[in-house]
């Protein structure tokens, strides 16, 4: 108690040093900046993998601001360090991938990008899950540090990550050895725009605050033939739907109630006609939990049902369904609760205890979670930044207007607030840990 009592005197003493209105006078003073970055980053999103023009404009603002930058870290990666005297390393990330989505927002600053994907589909290009937010309020916070630099010591480093969509790019940045090549940090910090908090709030959540995500295809085979006939078959159709209702017993019967976890199946195919029995039937699963043994349990459960309900219809080990766990998997993301609560102190001596909420965990995905994986298990967190109209939420909840989720062709992120409060709260974060323990 004593301990984090001091913590708190030490934050408030140097929001009194900066003078209680002067950090948010520095980031009022560079909105207009900001703004029209973050239209730009709107209104020009890339594909994961394919972040060339947006890691290229990052690292332009990093260098502008005295920052050193590598590009190309695992693969459109973006590395910038600031070094300003002896003191901790802090990190801090924003993922600049968008999603192979239709705008429908009828912003006049929306996303009209169009490109073929890796399939060759012609399809939309849209921040919907708020990346461009990310990217701003990261710029904001750089902005701002570099600005009070006589005010701390240390080093920071700023990363643009590529392929958050795709759960690659922290993974691939890591790989190319972020942490042997770079400042190793004392702490690593990002943000996520919230689709259910107001706009000027942030949210926080201690431990597991994202879950694991995993894929799974399954092909489920049989022995085709007329549908008039269906004695002379072992039917995949009977099969893959005996699959999918066994599929929801694991949560419901096989994993404590007291762990959270989820089994989908979004998507199942076969067949040409409705006659003819087919050969086999596919499946595609994803899997969502926070620990490390329930995901393994939830692997392995899978595996017995399918091998059991072949093995009923009689079918020879050679048809057994072929289950391919695919590498889009990624892990659940853990806040460090003595990281998360001094920064949840840090916020509400910012931005006021009103404006700070305690939020639940998302079964959503987030591969931030690897910077906090490595042997060196460094602090992590990433906390919420609310981007919706306080109105329209309101309304929402009381079941008279609809409200966009992330990943929707309508979400659509209220600037102002959002942007003032993300770039308030990341550089405040910053300043806080650059005093140290």
């Known amino acids: 108690m004593k301990k984090y009592f001091l913590l708190l005197l030490s934050t408030l003493s140097l929001l009194h040093a900066l003078g209680q209105s002067d950090l948010q006078k520095i980031i009022d003073a560079d909105y207009s900046y900001l703004e029209n970055l973050y239209l730009h980053l709107h209104r020009n999103p890339e594909l994961s993998f394919y972040e060339f023009e947006t890691a290229s404009r990052m690292a332009a603002e990093l260098r502008a601001l005295g920052f ?6 695992g693969g459109n990666g973006v590395v910038g360090v600031f070094k300003n005297g002896t003191g901790p390393t802090v990190m801090v990330r924003a993922d600049m991938d968008a999603l192979p989505i239709v705008e429908e927002t009828g912003l006049p600053y929306a996303s009209t990008v169009k490109v073929k994907d890796e399939a060759g589909t012609e399809v939309g290009v849209m921040h919907a899950c708020g990346h461009d937010t ?9 902005r701002a540090l570099v600005k009070l630099k006589a005010q701390w010591r240390g080093t920071l480093v700023f990363i643009g990550q590529p392929a958050e969509e795709r759960n690659g790019g922290a993974k691939n940045m890591l790989d190319a050895g972020l942490y042997q090549r770079f400042p190793k940090p004392n702490y690593v910090l990002a943000l996520h725009a919230a689709p259910n908090v107001p706009a000027g709030k942030i949210g926080v959540k201690p ?14 085979y049989g022995e085709g033939g007329h549908g008039a006939y269906p004695h002379t078959t072992l039917d995949p159709v009977i099969l ?23 089994v989908t199946v979004g998507s199942i195919h076969g067949g040409t006609k409705g006659n003819i029995i087919p ?20 692997i392995k459960k899978i595996e017995r049902i399918c091998r059991g309900v072949a093995m009923s219809a009689g079918l020879p080990e050679s048809k057994y369904p072929q289950m391919t766990l695919k590498n889009e998997y990624c892990p659940s993301v853990y806040n460090d609760p003595a990281l998360t609560t001094r920064l949840k102190r840090v916020f509400e001596s910012t931005l006021g205890a009103a404006n700070v909420m305690e939020v639940p965990p998302t079964m959503a995905g987030e591969d931030f979670s690897y910077f906090g994986r490595t042997e060196e298990r460094i602090p992590t967190c990433i906390f919420w930044l609310g981007a919706v109209d306080p109105d329209l939420l309101e309304r929402a909840m009381r079941g008279e207007a609809p409200m966009p989720s992330l990943h929707n062709s309508k979400f659509a992120p209220v600037p102002a607030p959002t942007l003032k409060t993300g770039t308030l709260a990341m550089t405040a974060a910053v300043l806080d840990l650059l005093k140290g323990k």
């Open 134 to 142: 990310h990217m701003t309020s990261w710029v904001g916070a750089a």
């Open 279 to 298: 050969n086999e039937v596919r499946l595609e699963l994803t899997m969502r939990s926070f620990n490390d043994q329930v995901r393994n349990d939830i």
């Open 68 to 73: 050193d930058v590598t590009e190309k870290v």
């Open 207 to 220: 431990e597991y605050s994202f879950a694991f995500t995993d894929f799974m295809d399954i092909t489920v």
């Open 240 to 262: 893959a739907s005996r699959i999918v209702i066994a599929l929801q017993t694991i949560v419901s019967r096989e994993i404590s109630p007291l762990e959270p976890a989820v």
